[in-house]
């Protein structure tokens, strides 16, 4: 089901052209494959090879285009300092907070991503599937973006609270957390992937408002992009929640595919935003897992319909939620199809 023509009709989108049919991506598969396989998420990190097999054989499964090839987007937080807790399945918890206050600052060791053994693992899953299918599909790997870095150390309502009472502070965990991004975002391209989505949920609209977001979550992912960019990858990006209001912002960072949230109506994106960026989603997560895979392919037929006239790859607004039937997710590939047939 995947050929060389998954890979090229995602690359022709993201170059300002159209595809002969609608391809398809998660966005966000790593952590739901490994609960499907059965695979701890621990025992995936000790055993890349084992954890790489399992995404590849879901791809085929899901009819996928393209995927992600590593998806520990916040090992960072750990190679810090912080206390996390590692789930059987799904993403791995921030348990501490280093950051307390301007003074701890100077207490942090900029972590390196060639000595994080999260990142060592993503490294070596990826490289496994970019060996195996980067041929054929568009790969990209997952990593955050700094302000939902520095949220993580700080705390999200504490780092809130700073951008309105400690400005200048924010700004310097931001630094700190920007130059430790641009570092992960070098290695991982070196991977082999086509591309790295910088995922930014705590700078959601029902989080920050569109100022803040300029001046505080904008700077710092835009250079991270333009690390990726320089790297020879595509920037990809994604925030939860409605981003609406952001569009432009988004689009003038650089931003070459943007993943849309469910709560994004396509209709309300202007025309001249649709012509800049290349589009994910957005399929509705909850749907996917509650409905059966006849109201699913029903749902991702809407989602085709919404977005007309957009450069889309058909995707979930958000992760797959754990637990999700493979046939519901594998209806995404089917809606694809049927717009085909009909033409």
């Not at 994080?116 to 990826?126: E, G, T, W």
């Not at 609209?205 to 803040?212: I, K, Q, T, Y």
């Not at 469910?262 to 989603?281: A, C, E």
Request: glycine share 6%.
């Amino acid at each position: 089901m995947v050929s060389e023509e998954s890979k090229a009709s995602v690359f022709r989108l993201i170059e300002g052209g159209e595809a002969d049919r609608i391809p398809v991506a998660p966005p966000f598969q790593g952590y739901w494959t490994l609960g499907i396989e059965g695979i701890p998420v621990i025992e995936s990190i000790r055993k890349p090879k084992l954890a790489a097999k399992a995404q590849m054989e879901m791809a085929s499964r899901c009819g996928f285009d393209a995927m992600e090839a590593s998806w520990d987007w916040l090992s960072p937080v750990e190679m810090f300092g912080c206390k996390v807790r590692v789930p059987v399945n799904g993403e791995i918890v921030t348990k501490t907070r280093l950051i307390t206050g301007p003074e701890s600052l100077k207490n942090l060791e900029l972590p390196d991503p060639q000595q994080d053994y999260r990142a060592l693992s993503s490294a070596r899953s990826a490289e496994l599937i970019v060996s195996k299918m980067g041929r054929e599909m568009f790969l990209y790997s997952t990593i955050c973006c700094p302000f939902t870095l520095v949220g993580e150390m700080r705390g999200v309502e504490a780092l809130l609270l700073d951008l309105i009472m400690q400005p200048d502070f924010a700004q310097d965990m931001l630094e700190m957390a920007t130059d430790v991004i641009q570092e992960y975002c070098r290695s991982i391209c070196k991977t082999g992937v086509d591309g790295v989505i910088l995922c930014d949920p705590t700078a959601s609209g029902s989080l920050v408002s569109p100022m803040e977001f300029r001046d505080y979550s904008r700077p710092y992912m835009k250079r991270c992009m333009e690390v990726v960019r320089l790297e020879g990858c595509v920037p990809m990006a994604h925030i939860c929640g409605d981003t609406s209001e952001l569009m432009e912002i988004i689009a003038d960072m650089g931003t070459s595919i943007f993943s849309l949230d469910s709560s994004v109506d396509p209709q309300r994106v202007t025309d001249h935003v649709r012509k800049r960026m290349t589009f994910l989603g957005n399929v509705n997560s909850q749907m996917m897992f509650k409905r059966s895979p006849q109201e699913a392919f029903a749902e991702s037929v809407k989602c085709i319909e919404r977005a007309e006239n957009m450069r889309l790859i058909l995707g979930l607004g958000d992760d797959i939620v754990t637990g999700t039937p493979v046939d519901n997710i594998r209806a995404m590939r089917n809606a694809s199809d049927s717009f085909l047939s009909k033409e």
